[in-house]
């Protein structure tokens, strides 16, 4: 058996109804020139017949009821494991648009999984115009982060073109990192050592932990520090209560153009993504006359895995900045966001590399114990929003020789934080993927459209005039009405 870390079984201790904590990769793909009718009825075909299972795609919970999986939360081996039930093939309704591509994810998407089977779905799509397919993949957070998941969608994918047979993602086998424990150590013996190992470095890192708590609570009493605290945003629309059904939108930017803006205004990229977010939802919230008097803040995952580790655990750390919602100036409403996120990367820098799972489960102990206790939605956020940015390959990739033009994460969003919205770099693109609740949120897909309006603007108010410039919008996938 192999034992869950704490941060990965805190996301099966708040799985309920409403707030399935599973997350999601949509690839579009193009099919080869020349391709059959039959092509993916044989690739699928083929993905059924695998062999060999890969980790983590062959592990179920030991105990798949509640009090199993949260007093005793172990994977085990599945023997007997089913692709008839994992591996599923759809058609779109025609035309096979984006719209019809979103409604069928935001669907599958609200979807749980079985808790008595390894913990992830995969669904081939046809039917979408100009020749495309869809692969929509979802795995529960307990056994993937963002950048984990990202890889190992990745690693099954090749740069070329003609390569065939190739095996789907749950027959590749990670590299094992030098030094890494395996499977074989989760043992009594091995749970001991690793306990008094986790005291040890408790104890060590007591003193830094209590430094870094203190400064959130300085920030709090001085909010002129910049450094934003938890439960310092205020209670919007998208702070209450959510229900299981899901919505789904994406957008679409070259990389390049965010770039040049993060350049020429002295940010970072995940500056200009945090504004383009928090100007988009100022206009959303303004228009339903729901806009709050001070700022929305946004919880924003940060990676701390090598960038050799082809694990699949949770291994992120968290901070927290400002949207800077109330501002009506944009450069100013820019500049905010950029001293929010400047203070919160030195707090969060201050801390060492081995003490920042222990800030995180620090810091997110009041979001959990919020969605255990049943008061998530019912009782000031830790934080209004979730943004995350997750790297993706850098170049461009094929599977069976269907070149891969797209890739947009599908999250999570649970109790009082009904959004969720994440990026992923792929092949000199930024696509930004939207997550929301069905009921809290109609319409949702009018943040997509405000994204990009607001890159327009801050373009021309940032940028010198150039007329051989053009916008790069594209596609935009909604769950429709």
Not at 182 to 187: I, N, P
Request: with cysteine; aromatic share 6%.
């Amino acid at each position: 058996m192999k034992r869950l870390g704490t941060l990965d079984a805190s996301w099966l201790a708040v799985e309920s109804e409403d707030t399935p904590m599973h997350v999601g990769t949509l690839q579009i793909f193009s099919l080869p020139e020349g391709a059959p009718e039959t092509f993916l009825r044989d690739m699928v075909t083929r993905m059924k017949e695998a062999g060999d299972i890969a980790s983590p795609w062959g592990y179920k919970l030991a105990w798949s009821g509640f009090l199993g999986r949260l007093v005793a939360p172990y994977w085990v081996e599945d023997k007997k494991i089913d692709l008839d039930y994992h591996v599923r093939h759809s058609a779109l309704p025609r035309p096979g648009g984006e719209r019809e591509l979103g409604i069928l994810v935001s669907r599958l998407h609200s979807n749980p999984l079985d808790f008595s089977r390894p913990l992830w779905e995969c669904h081939v799509i046809e039917g979408l115009e100009n020749n495309r397919f869809a692969l929509y993949t979802k795995m529960h957070h307990s056994m993937i982060d963002g950048i984990s998941g990202v890889r190992l969608m990745q690693r099954v994918l090749t740069t070329d073109p003609d390569r065939r047979e190739m095996l789907p993602p749950w027959s590749v086998k990670p590299q094992r990192r030098r030094g890494s424990k395996t499977d074989k150590e989760a043992t009594i013996p091995a749970a001991v050592s690793q306990a008094m190992d986790a005291l040890k470095l408790q104890a060590d890192m007591a003193p830094r932990l209590w430094q870094a708590g203190n400064r959130l609570v300085h920030s709090v009493r001085h909010p002129e520090d910049g450094l934003t605290a938890p439960f310092t945003g205020p209670v919007s629309i998208l702070n209450h209560r959510v229900t299981p059904q899901r919505r789904f939108a994406t957008q679409h930017y070259q990389l390049d153009r965010l770039k040049a803006l993060a350049h020429a205004s002295g940010g970072s990229l995940n500056d200009i993504v945090l504004y383009l977010c928090g100007t988009a939802l100022r206009r959303f919230l303004e228009e339903q006359n729901n806009l709050p008097d001070i700022p929305l803040t946004a919880g924003i995952p940060v990676n701390i895995r090598p960038s050799d580790d082809e694990g699949t655990g949770t291994q992120i750390s968290f901070m927290i900045a400002s949207l800077a919602t109330d501002e009506p100036d944009p450069l100013t409403r820019l500049q905010n966001i950029k001293t929010s996120t400047r203070r919160a990367k030195e707090h969060l820098q201050k801390l060492p590399r081995s003490a920042l799972t222990q800030y995180t489960m620090m810091l997110m102990s009041p979001y959990i114990l919020q969605l255990m206790s049943g008061l998530g939605g019912r009782m000031r956020p830790v934080f209004n929003v979730t943004i995350s940015n997750v790297p993706g390959p850098q170049q461009t990739l094929y599977y069976e020789g269907a070149r891969l033009e797209a890739m947009y994460p599908v999250s999570l969003i649970a109790h009082g934080g009904a959004l969720n919205i994440t990026c992923l770099s792929y092949a000199g693109s930024l696509n930004f993927g939207y997550t929301g609740c069905r009921d809290t949120l109609p319409s949702m897909q009018r943040l997509a459209v405000y994204t990009g309006e607001a890159l327009d603007e801050i373009e021309s108010l940032v940028l010198p005039p150039n007329p051989k410039s053009t916008g790069t919008r594209k596609r935009t996938a909604s769950a429709g009405k």
